[in-house]
C-alpha cells in the first residue's frame, strides 16, 4: 500500500493545512479576536492566527503549561507569535479570567476527547457561550468516532484505548441547545491523511499520536497491516443570539 504520508515534518505540515481549512470554514476573519479552549501543542492556534492576521488577536487557554515549549516552537514555525497570548487556566471556569462577551469566535480543536470527567463538557460549554459576543459562533471540532476503514479503526482504538471519550454528536448538540446556542450545526471535514506504519509507531504528540509497548501489543499487527488514518472531523457551531 502506497501510504501518502511517511515524514514528521511533511505529517505536521499536513495537518496544520487541515487545521487552516477549518479556521476557514467556521468562518474566522482578519481583525477577530478568537478565544480557544485547550489550545494544546497550538497547532489550531497557529492556523487561526493566521486568519485572523496582523489586527487580530487569539487568546489561547490551556489547563496545563505542558506543551509551553511546543506551543511557542509552532507559533515561530507559522510566524504568528504577535498575535496570541497564552493563559494556563481551567476551561470549565473562566469566570475571573474571561469577562461575557468578549470575542468574535470562541473555539475548541480537539478539546472534548481529552477531558478528565465527562461532565466538565457541558460546563465548558456554558462558559463558551459566555464568553461569545452577541451573534458570534461557538465552533468545536471533534474526530468522528465512525471508522470507515481500518486504518481509521486503528486510529479511533488507539484513542478510546488509551482512556479519551469520543462524546456522541447529539450529545454535543444537545448542550450546545441548553446553552441557549441557536442555530446549531454539524458539518463534516474528511482528512486524506494516512500514516504509514513507521510514520505511526512514533510519538507524535502534535498528531495526537503516542505509542508504546502497550500500543504495540494491543493495535501492533493492525497498525503493521493498514497504517492510520487521521479520521473525519465534525464541526459543532452554534451562534449566541442577541436575545439570551
Ligand atoms: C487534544 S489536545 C488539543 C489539541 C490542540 N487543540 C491542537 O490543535 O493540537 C487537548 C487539550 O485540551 C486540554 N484540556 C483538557 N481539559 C481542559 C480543561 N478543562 N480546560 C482547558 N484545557 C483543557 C489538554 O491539556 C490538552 O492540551
Known amino acids: ?145 465512525a471508522a470507515r476503514n481500518e486504518a481509521e479503526e486503528a486510529y479511533i482504538r488507539l484513542h478510546k484505548e488509551s482512556g479519551d471519550y469520543l462524546f456522541k454528536p447529539d450529545e454535543i448538540t444537545e448542550t450546545m441547545k441548553k446553552c441557549e446556542l441557536e442555530g446549531i450545526s454539524v458539518s463534516k471535514v474528511d482528512t486524506d491523511i494516512w500514516f504509514s506504519p513507521q510514520l505511526a509507531k512514533q510519538d507524535l504528540g502534535f498528531a495526537q499520536v503516542w505509542f508504546d509497548p502497550d500500543v504495540e501489543g494491543r493495535l501492533g499487527s493492525m497498525i503493521d497491516a493498514y497504517g492510520m488514518k487521521y479520521p473525519e472531523l465534525l464541526i459543532f457551531s452554534g451562534q449566541k443570539s442577541a436575545r439570551n
Do not use: H
Not at 467556521?26 to 492556523?47: D, Y
Not at 493566521?50 to 509552532?74: H, N
Not at 498575535?83 to 471556569?93: E, L, P, S, W
Not at 475548541?108 to 457561550?129: F, N, Q, T, V, W
Open 1 to 145: 500500500m502506497d501510504w501518502k504520508i511517511t515524514n514528521v515534518s511533511v505529517l505536521e505540515d499536513t495537518i496544520f493545512q487541515l487545521k487552516l481549512k477549518v479556521a476557514r470554514q467556521i468562518g474566522v476573519l482578519g481583525g477577530m479576536t478568537v478565544v480557544e479552549i485547550g489550545s494544546g501543542q497550538g497547532g489550531f492556534t497557529a492556523a487561526i492566527a493566521k486568519r485572523v492576521g496582523e489586527k487580530g488577536r487569539v487568546l489561547a487557554i490551556d489547563s496545563t503549561r505542558e506543551y509551553a515549549e511546543e506551543f511557542a516552537r509552532r507559533l515561530d514555525r507559522y510566524s504568528v507569535k504577535n498575535r496570541v497570548i497564552f493563559i494556563q487556566a481551567d476551561g470549565t471556569n473562566l469566570k475571573n479570567i474571561v469577562s461575557d462577551g468578549t470575542a468574535d469566535m470562541v473555539v475548541s480543536y480537539r478539546l472534548l476527547e481529552e477531558l478528565k470527567r465527562p461532565d466538565y463538557m457541558p460546563r465548558i460549554i456554558r462558559e463558551m457561550a459566555r464568553i461569545v459576543k452577541d451573534d458570534g459562533l461557538v465552533c468545536l471540532t471533534e474526530i468522528s468516532a
